[in-house]
Protein backbone atom coordinates (compact mmCIF):
# COMPACT_ATOMS: atom_id res chain seq x y z
CA UNK A 1 0.00 0.00 0.00
CA UNK A 2 1.31 3.54 -0.81
CA UNK A 3 1.90 5.99 1.81
CA UNK A 4 -0.16 8.60 0.14
CA UNK A 5 -2.77 7.48 -2.78
CA UNK A 6 -4.47 9.75 -5.18
CA UNK A 7 -5.99 8.89 -8.31
CA UNK A 8 -3.54 10.01 -11.25
CA UNK A 9 -6.85 11.01 -13.44
CA UNK A 10 -6.82 13.12 -15.76
CA UNK A 11 -9.99 14.00 -14.22
CA UNK A 12 -12.07 16.42 -16.60
CA UNK A 13 -14.33 19.17 -15.26
CA UNK A 14 -16.73 22.17 -16.88
CA UNK A 15 -15.83 25.68 -16.58
CA UNK A 16 -17.94 26.71 -13.37
CA UNK A 17 -18.22 23.14 -11.85
CA UNK A 18 -16.83 21.75 -8.68
CA UNK A 19 -13.99 20.03 -8.79
CA UNK A 20 -13.15 16.94 -6.10
CA UNK A 21 -9.73 15.47 -5.73
CA UNK A 22 -9.20 12.89 -3.66
CA UNK A 23 -6.18 11.50 -1.10
CA UNK A 24 -5.84 8.52 1.64
CA UNK A 25 -3.18 7.76 3.70
CA UNK A 26 -1.59 5.22 5.37
CA UNK A 27 -0.40 6.23 8.60
CA UNK A 28 -2.73 6.56 11.01
CA UNK A 29 -0.42 9.34 12.96
CA UNK A 30 0.06 11.77 10.36
CA UNK A 31 -0.14 15.21 11.49
CA UNK A 32 -0.39 17.79 8.78
CA UNK A 33 -1.79 17.52 5.19
CA UNK A 34 -1.16 19.83 2.19
CA UNK A 35 -2.50 20.40 -1.23
CA UNK A 36 0.16 22.04 -3.68
CA UNK A 37 -0.65 22.33 -7.06
CA UNK A 38 2.01 22.19 -10.06
CA UNK A 39 1.55 23.69 -13.06
CA UNK A 40 3.25 21.49 -16.52
CA UNK A 41 7.20 22.77 -15.71
CA UNK A 42 6.79 24.26 -13.24
CA UNK A 43 7.50 23.70 -9.06
CA UNK A 44 4.66 22.65 -6.45
CA UNK A 45 2.90 25.84 -5.35
CA UNK A 46 1.47 25.37 -1.87
CA UNK A 47 -2.31 26.40 -1.65
CA UNK A 48 -3.55 24.95 1.25
CA UNK A 49 -3.00 23.02 4.84
CA UNK A 50 -5.29 21.66 7.13
CA UNK A 51 -4.31 20.15 10.77
CA UNK A 52 -8.16 19.37 12.09
CA UNK A 53 -10.91 17.20 11.35
CA UNK A 54 -13.21 19.39 9.04
CA UNK A 55 -13.59 21.64 6.17
CA UNK A 56 -10.94 24.41 6.03
CA UNK A 57 -12.30 27.08 3.32
CA UNK A 58 -9.89 29.87 1.72
CA UNK A 59 -11.47 31.29 -1.70
CA UNK A 60 -12.64 28.93 -3.75
CA UNK A 61 -10.97 26.38 -2.14
CA UNK A 62 -12.19 23.81 0.94
CA UNK A 63 -9.66 21.21 2.70
CA UNK A 64 -11.75 18.50 4.00
CA UNK A 65 -9.83 16.28 6.47
CA UNK A 66 -11.46 12.88 8.14
CA UNK A 67 -9.39 11.46 9.86
CA UNK A 68 -10.73 8.61 11.71
CA UNK A 69 -11.06 7.43 7.37
CA UNK A 70 -7.51 8.46 6.52
CA UNK A 71 -8.94 10.77 4.16
CA UNK A 72 -8.18 14.45 2.88
CA UNK A 73 -9.58 16.16 -0.28
CA UNK A 74 -9.83 19.71 -1.87
CA UNK A 75 -13.02 20.94 -3.62
CA UNK A 76 -12.44 23.79 -6.21
CA UNK A 77 -15.58 25.89 -6.64
CA UNK A 78 -16.34 27.49 -9.88
CA UNK A 79 -13.61 25.64 -11.66
CA UNK A 80 -11.41 27.82 -14.07
CA UNK A 81 -9.30 26.41 -16.91
CA UNK A 82 -6.53 28.36 -15.34
CA UNK A 83 -7.04 25.50 -12.33
CA UNK A 84 -6.14 23.23 -14.98
CA UNK A 85 -2.82 21.33 -13.07
CA UNK A 86 -1.90 18.50 -11.11
CA UNK A 87 -2.73 18.32 -7.77
CA UNK A 88 -0.41 17.26 -5.04
CA UNK A 89 -1.55 15.73 -1.80
CA UNK A 90 1.56 15.68 0.99
CA UNK A 91 0.94 14.46 4.47
CA UNK A 92 3.49 14.56 7.05
CA UNK A 93 3.97 12.66 10.55
CA UNK A 94 8.26 13.23 10.50
CA UNK A 95 8.48 13.62 6.97
CA UNK A 96 6.03 14.85 4.20
CA UNK A 97 5.48 12.53 1.53
CA UNK A 98 3.86 13.19 -1.21
CA UNK A 99 0.79 11.27 -3.75
CA UNK A 100 1.66 10.68 -6.77
CA UNK A 101 -0.74 13.82 -8.11
CA UNK A 102 -4.02 14.18 -9.50
CA UNK A 103 -4.58 15.76 -13.16
CA UNK A 104 -7.17 18.61 -13.11
CA UNK A 105 -7.95 19.62 -16.71
CA UNK A 106 -10.96 22.17 -16.26
CA UNK A 107 -13.00 22.55 -20.15
CA UNK A 108 -14.11 26.30 -21.41
CA UNK B 1 14.79 38.89 -3.27
CA UNK B 2 12.23 36.39 -0.94
CA UNK B 3 11.48 32.58 -1.87
CA UNK B 4 13.68 29.91 -2.65
CA UNK B 5 16.17 30.56 -5.69
CA UNK B 6 17.76 28.28 -7.85
CA UNK B 7 20.14 28.43 -10.70
CA UNK B 8 20.60 27.06 -13.21
CA UNK B 9 17.20 26.91 -14.28
CA UNK B 10 18.50 24.38 -17.59
CA UNK B 11 21.87 22.51 -17.59
CA UNK B 12 22.60 20.04 -20.31
CA UNK B 13 25.70 18.10 -19.29
CA UNK B 14 27.55 15.43 -20.77
CA UNK B 15 27.97 12.02 -18.62
CA UNK B 16 31.85 12.94 -17.92
CA UNK B 17 31.03 16.35 -17.00
CA UNK B 18 30.93 17.78 -13.45
CA UNK B 19 28.70 20.42 -12.60
CA UNK B 20 26.86 21.73 -9.00
CA UNK B 21 23.03 22.69 -8.39
CA UNK B 22 22.65 25.59 -6.04
CA UNK B 23 19.36 26.55 -4.10
CA UNK B 24 19.60 29.51 -1.83
CA UNK B 25 16.13 30.80 0.45
CA UNK B 26 15.22 33.89 1.87
CA UNK B 27 12.82 32.73 4.52
CA UNK B 28 14.62 32.26 7.54
CA UNK B 29 14.23 28.39 7.56
CA UNK B 30 16.14 25.64 8.88
CA UNK B 31 15.40 23.06 6.68
CA UNK B 32 16.23 22.21 2.87
CA UNK B 33 15.62 19.49 1.10
CA UNK B 34 16.26 18.31 -2.65
CA UNK B 35 13.88 16.34 -5.26
CA UNK B 36 13.94 14.95 -8.29
CA UNK B 37 10.89 14.66 -10.54
CA UNK B 38 10.99 12.42 -13.38
CA UNK B 39 8.12 12.54 -16.01
CA UNK B 40 4.83 11.41 -14.72
CA UNK B 41 6.17 9.90 -11.46
CA UNK B 42 5.55 11.41 -7.85
CA UNK B 43 8.28 13.55 -6.68
CA UNK B 44 11.63 11.99 -4.98
CA UNK B 45 13.22 12.78 -1.91
CA UNK B 46 16.77 12.45 -1.85
CA UNK B 47 18.20 14.32 0.46
CA UNK B 48 17.00 16.77 3.82
CA UNK B 49 18.66 18.99 5.78
CA UNK B 50 17.87 20.73 9.28
CA UNK B 51 20.20 23.11 10.81
CA UNK B 52 23.04 22.78 8.34
CA UNK B 53 22.93 18.49 9.30
CA UNK B 54 22.01 15.80 6.71
CA UNK B 55 19.20 14.02 8.15
CA UNK B 56 18.18 11.99 5.29
CA UNK B 57 20.09 10.33 2.59
CA UNK B 58 16.97 8.47 0.48
CA UNK B 59 19.38 6.07 -1.12
CA UNK B 60 20.65 8.34 -3.40
CA UNK B 61 23.48 7.16 -5.63
CA UNK B 62 26.88 8.75 -4.93
CA UNK B 63 27.16 10.45 -8.10
CA UNK B 64 24.93 12.95 -6.44
CA UNK B 65 26.83 14.78 -3.86
CA UNK B 66 24.84 17.26 -1.95
CA UNK B 67 26.38 20.27 0.32
CA UNK B 68 24.73 22.78 2.62
CA UNK B 69 26.95 25.31 4.38
CA UNK B 70 24.29 27.01 5.83
CA UNK B 71 20.82 27.14 6.62
CA UNK B 72 20.00 29.70 3.40
CA UNK B 73 22.28 27.66 1.14
CA UNK B 74 22.16 24.28 -0.27
CA UNK B 75 23.98 22.83 -3.41
CA UNK B 76 23.87 19.29 -5.49
CA UNK B 77 27.39 18.07 -7.26
CA UNK B 78 26.48 16.11 -10.07
CA UNK B 79 29.74 13.95 -11.67
CA UNK B 80 29.76 11.09 -14.12
CA UNK B 81 25.71 11.22 -14.23
CA UNK B 82 23.34 8.48 -16.77
CA UNK B 83 20.93 9.78 -18.43
CA UNK B 84 18.20 8.35 -16.52
CA UNK B 85 19.02 10.90 -14.15
CA UNK B 86 17.78 13.84 -16.75
CA UNK B 87 14.44 15.45 -14.41
CA UNK B 88 13.79 17.91 -12.50
CA UNK B 89 15.52 18.61 -9.53
CA UNK B 90 13.76 20.43 -6.84
CA UNK B 91 14.55 22.33 -4.04
CA UNK B 92 12.46 22.87 -0.99
CA UNK B 93 12.99 24.46 2.47
CA UNK B 94 10.73 24.37 5.49
CA UNK B 95 10.91 25.91 9.11
CA UNK B 96 12.46 22.79 10.17
CA UNK B 97 11.77 19.14 9.80
CA UNK B 98 10.01 18.66 12.90
CA UNK B 99 7.14 21.06 13.07
CA UNK B 100 5.18 20.06 10.54
CA UNK B 101 5.23 23.55 8.54
CA UNK B 102 4.45 23.15 5.07
CA UNK B 103 8.04 23.42 2.45
CA UNK B 104 8.13 26.03 -0.19
CA UNK B 105 10.09 24.47 -3.61
CA UNK B 106 11.85 27.04 -5.95
CA UNK B 107 11.26 26.98 -9.30
CA UNK B 108 13.64 23.68 -10.23
CA UNK B 109 16.91 23.22 -12.43
CA UNK B 110 15.35 20.86 -15.42
CA UNK B 111 18.49 18.71 -15.95
CA UNK B 112 19.74 16.57 -19.34
CA UNK B 113 22.07 14.24 -19.21
CA UNK B 114 23.54 13.79 -23.20
Known amino acids: QKEVEQNSGPLSVPEGAIASLNCTYSDRGSQSFFWYRQYSGKSPELIMFIYSNGDKEDGRFTAQLNKASQYVSLLIRDSQPSDSATYLCAVTRRKLIFGQGTELSVKP | ETGVTQTPRHLVMGMTNKKSLKCEQHLGHNAMYWYKQSAKKPLELMFV???????ENNSVPSRFSPECPNSSHLFLHLHTLQPEDSALYLC?????????????FGDGTRLSIL
Open chain 2, 49 to 55: YNFKEQT
Open chain 2, 92 to 104: ASSLDTFSNQPQH
